[in-house]
């Protein structure tokens, strides 16, 4: 594939991206149903323009799936840059995937699983992520926080995925309490908030 890095291929890459969001999105397609030819439809372009970007409509899906994980990202850089904190953090993320459950719905069922949707939002900050991991909860059990942190992106992915399946009828805050009565002031979700979410 060649892809030029101009202005003009970048505009050529988010129409062929729209065009996949409309057909798996608008009409309701899964991947395997989705044609290069009706893309190419969509975006008003020729087939080998679609093949200069892309190899297919996995390799297109899976960019898709990158534009919306690095969509999520950016939520979630804006609560902490602007001093939100946890709480608007967290529920940025139940927002992005309630403005975009078709999208989300969709995705599971391509995926069979939610956890990929969650490595991917946690992509950019593996450093944070690393220390984490790595903290020392003061109960003397090596490596205890990273037990903690399995358990609770587990069950963050079972939570949204529940979300979804229940077409989102709680809010994004409701959300948000129902997560926190799963914890208490001692929980790695409080190490991991600085303090925020159950203050001493």
């Known amino acids: 594939m060649n892809k030029p890095n101009n202005k003009r291929s970048r505009d050529t890459d988010e129409a062929i991206i729209r065009a996949a969001f409309q057909c798996m999105v608008m009409r309701g397609k899964p991947v ?3 044609t290069v030819r009706e893309i190419c439809e969509t975006a008003g372009i020729n087939r080998s323009t679609f093949y200069a970007h892309y190899m297919d409509v996995y390799d297109l899906f899976e960019k898709v799936e990158i534009h919306m994980a690095e969509m999520c990202q950016e939520r979630i850089r804006n609560a902490f840059i602007l001093g939100r904190g946890f709480q608007m953090a967290v529920e940025g993320v139940f927002q992005f995937v309630e403005e975009y459950k078709e999208f989300y719905l969709l995705y599971l069922h391509e995926m069979s699983q939610a956890s990929h949707l969650i490595e991917m939002m946690n ?3 593996q450093e944070e992520i690393k220390k984490i991991r790595e903290a020392d909860m003061g109960y003397g059990v090596p490596g205890e926080a990273a037990y903690h942190f399995t358990f ?5 992915t079972s939570l949204l995925a529940a979300w979804l399946l229940g077409n989102c009828k ?4 409701e959300l948000y309490e129902i997560l926190l009565r799963e914890y208490g002031p001692n929980s790695l979700l409080n190490t991991w908030s600085g303090g925020q979410v159950f203050p001493e």
């Open 123 to 125: 992509a950019p900050f």
């Open 32 to 34: 395997s149903k989705i």
């Open 152 to 156: 609770f992106t587990a069950g963050m």
């Open 170 to 173: 709680e809010t994004p805050h």
